[in-house]
Structures are given as structure tokens and as C-alpha cells.
Antibody, heavy 119, light 107 residues
Framework: QITLKESGPTLVKPTQTLTLTCTFS??????????VGWIRQPPGKALEWLAL???????RYSPSLKSRLTITKDTSKNQVVLTMTNVDPVDTATYYC???????????WGQGTLVTVSS | EIVLTQSPATLSLSPGERATLSCRAS??????LAWYQQKPGQAPRLLIY???NRATGIPGRFSGSGSGTDFTLTISSQEPEDFAVYYC?????????FGQGTKLEIK
């Protein structure tokens, strides 16, 4: 059974760095084709892809946020970490991590974690 | 970046009625389009992938069609639990993008 769970701060001040961790089970990020991504959703708004990392360390970033994002994996801990620098109130959102395989859609999602950016 | 435009923004129906939701892409996404259902406070759930394939465990009243730039999600007979927000998403080109959603509400 595949599960994912996001963790991190619920409140971050503007200009600070946000670090979110996705801890997963039921699959391995050493398996060919497997990837884990981050998707966010501001309150009452649509979903937005942020970043994606694959088993072979191939990484993809949203072009509009690329300069602020870093995605890494720790296969020994079954974790994927997303770092976002210089946060702003517009970054307030629920952040989801999700599982996919190459040539397939996202099929499993974490429950999401709400991050508020405010002074 | 491929823009997905969903219509209508809100659809008001009674249980038992047929729902037709549209998703239009700004350029061809081939058949690499998925539909997700999201209820308040929950993560999205995969309904349809590659335009017309139902995901595991999804009831037969949900169906998808289309290719290229025009796609449709049909719910043949609305059940009370189907009232939610529906998003389309393309995985043809990075960055993958979502539509802005269609809210299906009880009439």
C-alpha cells in the first residue's frame, strides 16, 4: 500500500526559507521509473505543480519558481525534501507530495500540509 | 506552458442528472490528460488517465473522452457523493499544468 505524508512548519515569515519533507512507504525511489513530486494549492484556488524528482535523480522545476526551489531525495529514509527560499504571503497554500511513474499520471497523494506565510 | 481551460466554472445539477465537463488545452497534449476529483479538505483523487481510462476503483458512471486539445469528463448519473471540484491535468509537457477546476454543486 502506497502512502505519502508531508511534514514541515505551519507558519513561516516572509523572506524565510521553507523546508517540507515527504515521507513515503509502499514503494522505493530506487525503482526505475518512479518519481515523487510537489504540488500546491492556495486556499480556494487551483493546483500548481512545483517540482518533481525521479529514481535516477532527474529533477524538474516549475519555470516560474525554479530560482527558489530545490528538490532532493534520501532513499535510505524514503524521503523527498522540497526547499523554497524567500517565501512571500502568496506562497500560502496546502502543499501536497505525490507519487507517479514515468508515462503515468499522479496516482497517490499525501494528505497535504497547510503552510501560512505571514509576519 | 500549456494552459488548460475548464468549463463551466460551476455546474448545478440534481442527483441522477448527467454531467458533462469540458477541458480545452492551448496546444495538443495528445491523450496525456487526466481528471481528478477533489472534495473539501481532501487531496485530489485520480478518476481518469490518458483521456479515457478509468483509474482503479472508479465507478463506471465516470467516463472520459477526447484527444489533442478538447476533452470531456462525463458522469452519467450524478450520485450525492459526486458533488465536488473536478480538475483536468496534462502531462504532455513540463511544467505539467492543471485547469482551474469545475465545481459540481447540488441544484
Amino acid at each position: 500500500q502506497i502512502t505519502l505524508k508531508e511534514s514541515g512548519p505551519t507558519l513561516v515569515k516572509p523572506t524565510q526559507t521553507l523546508t517540507l519533507t515527504c515521507t513515503f512507504s509502499g514503494f522505493s525511489l530506487t525503482t526505475s521509473g518512479v518519481g515523487v513530486g510537489w504540488i500546491r494549492q492556495p486556499p480556494g484556488k487551483a493546483l500548481e505543480w512545483l517540482a518533481l524528482i525521479y529514481w535516477n535523480d532527474d529533477k524538474r522545476y516549475s519555470p516560474s519558481l525554479k530560482s527558489r526551489l530545490t528538490i532532493t531525495k534520501d532513499t535510505s529514509k524514503n524521503q523527498v525534501v522540497l526547499t523554497m527560499t524567500n517565501v512571500d504571503p502568496v506562497d500560502t497554500a496546502t502543499y501536497y507530495c505525490a507519487h507517479r511513474r514515468r508515462q503515468a499520471p499522479v496516482d497517490y497523494w499525501g494528505q497535504g500540509t497547510l503552510v501560512t506565510v505571514s509576519s | 506552458e500549456i494552459v488548460l481551460t475548464q468549463s463551466p466554472a460551476t455546474l448545478s445539477l440534481s442527483p441522477g442528472e448527467r454531467a458533462t465537463l469540458s477541458c480545452r488545452a492551448s496546444q495538443s497534449v495528445s491523450s496525456y490528460l487526466a481528471w481528478y476529483q477533489q472534495k473539501p479538505g481532501q487531496a485530489p483523487r485520480l478518476l481518469i488517465y490518458d483521456a479515457s481510462n478509468r483509474a482503479t476503483g472508479i465507478p463506471g458512471r465516470f467516463s472520459g473522452s477526447g484527444s489533442g486539445t478538447d476533452f470531456t469528463l462525463t458522469i452519467s448519473s450524478q450520485e450525492p457523493e459526486d458533488f465536488a471540484v473536478y480538475y483536468c491535468q496534462q502531462r504532455s509537457n513540463w511544467p505539467y499544468t492543471f485547469g482551474q477546476g469545475t465545481k459540481l454543486e447540488i441544484k
